[in-house]
């Protein structure tokens, strides 16, 4: 059995969001227990498992995703990573429909090697600013959203870019909050640039500090600076260390997140599922 790790929403090796991806054969997955080792194992942000539904008239594969420490609902950039390698080691090509959590998800492949993910648009819904979350980031909060129960995060707007960038949060104080991570976020300083809003996502309850480069996150993104900014097609820059860019399309109830992938590493799974 093969594990390949990709870095996702980049072109280039060693930036984006690096994910694990195993491709297993068809029938039941293997035991919850097992796949959680691997990812604890493998300790990226992401792990992400699928296999084959050659019966299914509605999926082409199931995808699950793991952090080190718990199954999550939705993933971007692990989503993004397992189609740029069914789409590279030809087991799959054109459009792929997962079987997941949060529903069908479809990954579509363009010529240039980009991928676009069609994802639900995450429900935003305003909420009061506690004492606990501005004391968690250590800076002004303007305004503070749910995201709904498939991303379960809390966006966070602040002042500005340079805010962003510079957040130093107390994680610990993070990981008490009642959301699963905080993604903040601030529209960009250079208005007209490469990029249209900026984010960092935190998400210490989940066993992932910072993540790199957050698909889901930008479900909520989205909408947010689609209403705010007046376009549909925006790009957003997550400006963790890594960095990586995430080309958002709002298409109502749906957003499509569009991105590159190139894998870096793979190599055989001696032990594991």
Known sequence: ??????????????????????L??????????????LAA???????????????SPEADWALRWFTPVTEV????HATLATAHVLRSTGAAA???????????LTAEAAADGSITLDFPTAPLTEIPVGEDVRAALGADVLSAHDTGPNVGDLLVEVADEKTVRTLAPDLAAVARLSHRGVIVTAR???EGGAYDYVSRFFG?????????VTGSAHTALAPLWSGRLGRDRLTGLQASARTGLVRTTLRGDRTLLTGEAVTVIDGELLAGP
Not at 25 to 31: K, M, V
Not at 41 to 55: G, I, Q
Not at 94 to 104: E, H, K, Q, Y
Not at 204 to 212: I, M, N, R, T
């Open 73 to 76: 609902n939705l993933c971007g």
């Open 24 to 37: 297993l054969d068809s029938g039941p997955f293997p035991g919850d227990d097992r796949l959680q080792r």
């Open 41 to 55: 194992e493998v300790n990226l942000s992401e792990t992400a498992y699928a296999r084959p539904l050659p019966e």
């Open 204 to 212: 210490p309850a989940v066993g992932v500090d910072e993540d790199p």
């Open 94 to 104: 054109g459009t792929v429909r997962f079987a997941t959590r949060s529903g069908i």
């Open 188 to 190: 960009a300083s250079d």
């Open 1 to 22: 059995m093969r594990i390949r790790i990709v870095d996702a929403f980049t072109g280039r090796p060693f930036a984006g969001n690096p994910a694990a991806v195993v």
